[in-house]
């Protein structure tokens, strides 16, 4: 199947990639069940949806990339045009490799638009790669990951929230008797 290039501006229907890829990248530490109702709904839009975990060098992370992309790998089993995989580097270089056609990203709120409309235009700056944006669920418009690590750690109640497994995981990293609880 032949894939057009990510990179430049597409120049008639010859080289259209004729697979609809896109990708969702992200930290997911962990993945919410906000993550997870964008990533359903571009499921359902398109053929192929790469769930990109960024693999962070400067950044500490509660789980490690490998429990990121576990968590994410069971949260997303019942949809099989889904797959997990990690990047390091330039999310358009990612896109390059992969034939990926543009980047989704969910907007929670208009504080989410400033920061990711600087992103989009970068990107389409630094390879032409697309960004479509899709509006968060209003019942998850309120999820952070950040904040939920900062509930669990404080013993507040993060069910619904997350998938059941991230919940177990948070639990059993953060909940009393934890490794790391003083
Ligand atoms: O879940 P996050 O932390 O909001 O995701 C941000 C992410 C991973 C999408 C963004 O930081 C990213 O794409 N990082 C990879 C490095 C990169 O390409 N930086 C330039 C972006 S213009």
Not at 64 to 73: A, G, K, S, Y
Not at 95 to 104: P, Q, R
Request: contains cysteine.
């Amino acid at each position: 199947m032949t894939a057009r290039p990510a990179a430049g501006p597409p120049d008639g229907p010859e080289g259209w990639n004729l697979v609809r890829r896109v990708v969702c990248p992200g930290s997911f530490d962990p993945v919410t069940n906000g993550h997870l109702d964008i990533i359903s709904r571009a499921s359902r839009l398109y053929d192929e949806v790469i769930v990109a975990v960024l693999i962070n060098i400067s950044k500490q992370t509660l789980f490690t990339t490998d429990e990121r992309v576990e968590m994410l790998r069971e949260a997303t089993s019942a949809y099989p045009n889904v797959r997990v995989a990690r990047f390091h580097g330039l999310i358009v270089d990612f896109c390059k490799e992969n034939d990926v056609s543009a980047i989704v990203r969910g907007l929670r709120a208009v504080s989410d638009f400033e920061s990711e409309q600087m992103m989009s235009q970068m990107n389409y700056r630094l390879a032409g790669v697309e960004t479509l944006f899709m509006t968060t669920n209003p019942l998850y418009a309120f999820l952070r990951s950040s904040l939920i690590k900062e509930i669990a750690t404080y013993g507040g109640d993060v069910s619904g929230l997350v998938p059941d497994q991230v919940l177990e995981r948070l639990r059993a990293r953060l909940g009393p008797g934890a490794p790391s609880s003083g």
